[in-house]
Every structure is written in C-alpha cells, then in structure tokens.
C-alpha cells in the first residue's frame, strides 16, 4: 500500500474536509477522492462518512487515524532530528517534564543550553509522569524528565540528580518539629499529598506501605507548590521534595518533620525511547543536567 494514500487520508482527517486536503496537498480534488476509495479498496471498510460540513472518520476510521498520526509523528521527529545532527545551530527539542520539575529544577539548564544555542527552539510540555510516558511512546517529545523509580522495557532512563522526600509544616505543628517523629505519629495530623496520578506520590504510598502506616490525606494536590502554600497556612503536615524548599526551610516560613523510619533518597531521570536515537541538541541538554550543578549555572 502506497505511503501516499495514507498521507492523503491523515490530511482529509485532519481538516475534515476533501476540498481542504486537496488545497493543502496541492492535488485535484477528484485525484483525492479516488485516494481514498482505493486505501478503503485496500481497507475492506470505509473511513470516512460525509456530512453537511464535510466529511468525518467511522469507527474503523478512527483506529487507523490513531496509528497514523503516531507514524507520521515519528516521521516528522526522524526529519528534525537528522537537521538537527548536522547543525546545533538549527532544529527543535521537545521536552516532557511536570510543572515542579520545571520550575524548581529545569529552567536554569533552559537558561544555560538557550545561551549556548539561542537559534534552537526549546517546547515545554507539562503533564504527570504518565503523561509524559505516553508523549514519549507516541512521538510527540523527545525525552522526559520525571520523578523516579521509573520501570519500562520500551525506555532509556537516566539519573541526574538525587533528591530527598521529607515532611513539613507551618507555625501550627512547629512542635513537631524540635525532635524525630514516630511516621505513626506523624500521620495522626493532617496530611497533605500530591494526587495520586503523579509517581512521587506513588513512591510515598510504597513508603508509608513498607511501614505498614495507612494514610487518608486531607488535601490531594497538583504539584509541591501547592502542597508549601497549604502547609505554610496551617493546612496540615505536607510531603514535599527537600531540594526544592531549601529556603522556605533556612527563613523559617517552613519547618521539617523529620520521622524515626527515614524516607529513603530517591532521584531525578530522563526517560527517552530506545528505538529513537537522541538529536545532538537533546544530547546536549541531558549532558548540561547531567554534569552541571544548578548553583554553577
């Protein structure tokens, strides 16, 4: 089957129109029409029904739809990255990160990588780790970074930075804080979680799971930001990333329940497809995270 009837058939689908995809394709419209009656030939089904506006996917449509659009994802990424190979100078990363990652760790290597390389585009996206797992797999981001442990057959992973979990608390449960917590004791206050999407509150219930503690949070939400802002009003007794609340901690706007059964360390990865070489400016975005510490930046 040619690769033209299927690059015919991802444009009407896209534009939902026959007279609009012949226009973008700079075909006849009678030669796309005949496109798509023999990719349905081929098919054995129809893909396409017609309607007042134009024309819409069937079911069979839809699932072929699915696919192609994740082929020619890939075939776009293959075309950036071999521009991207023969000059640092030109091309496009994509990058998968949650929006704490972004904030508290990320945008000083943007920063630094932007000032080496000011003609490369840099896209952020920021979903869960899920989210970013299923980027990756369709093609649609370059690499990711994500809260780890992190297991999967079909990824590369790569630690860059070591990062600790630990409880804290506003003025309300600073008494809490002057000597080492029993975890039983601990959760006997409000607690306070991120929701249970993301992988770092996935590593927190394994925690408190290992230590036979059941937990029911007060308050699930989206990101550690969140999590300081509620804690710091007297919300309860929160878990967030130590790294990343370094000064909070120092200027006394938050203090740390430190529990007896010690959170273990943990770390920061990148995740990418092994099927999918890395261009040489992901290259050299994972390098800068790798070897540069955010303080020298």
């Not at 932007?114 to 840099?122: A, G, Q, R, S």
């Not at 869960?128 to 442990?149: A, E, H």
């Not at 937990?215 to 007794?237: C, K, M, Q, S, W």
Request: net charge negative; glycine share 4%; hydrophobic share 40%.
């Amino acid at each position: 089957m040619n690769l033209e009837l299927y690059r015919i058939f991802y444009s009407i689908a896209n534009h939902g129109s026959i007279s609009k995809a012949a226009e973008h394709l700079y075909i006849t419209q009678p030669a796309v029409s005949r496109s798509i009656r023999q990719l349905e030939e081929e098919m054995g089904c129809t893909l396409f029904v017609r309607t007042r506006k134009g024309v819409r996917l069937t079911q069979e449509g839809e699932i072929l739809y699915q696919y192609i659009e994740q082929a020619f994802n890939f075939i776009t990424t293959a075309e950036k990255k071999i521009d991207d190979v023969k000059n640092l100078a030109s091309g496009e990363v994509r990058i998968g990160v949650s929006d704490t990652l972004c904030k508290h760790y990320l945008v000083p290597y943007l920063k630094l990588f932007n000032t080496l390389h000011p003609d490369i585009k840099i896209k952020v996206t920021c979903p869960t780790t899920p989210g970013i797992i299923n980027l990756l797999k369709s093609g649609k981001i370059d690499f990711g970074i994500i809260n780890m442990p992190y297991h999967d057959d079909q990824l590369n992973f790569k630690n860059v930075m070591s990062v600790q979990d630990c409880f804290v608390a506003g003025e309300k449960y600073k008494h809490l804080h002057y000597k080492m917590q029993p975890l039983s004791e601990i959760v006997k206050y409000p607690v306070l979680l991120l929701e249970k999407s993301s992988n770092s509150r996935l590593y927190i219930d394994q925690y408190f799971l290992n230590h036979s503690i059941s937990v029911t949070p007060d308050f699930e939400l989206g990101n550690i930001d969140l999590l300081v802002h509620f804690a710091r009003y007297d919300f309860g007794i929160a878990c967030v990333i130590k790294n990343f609340v370094e000064e909070d901690l120092e200027k006394g706007r938050l203090y740390e329940i430190k529990p007896i059964e010690r959170i273990p360390p943990r770390s920061i990865g990148v995740a990418w497809l092994k099927d999918v070489p890395l261009s040489k400016a992901s290259n050299e975005i994972i390098n800068l995270l790798d070897y540069s510490e955010i303080s020298d930046i």
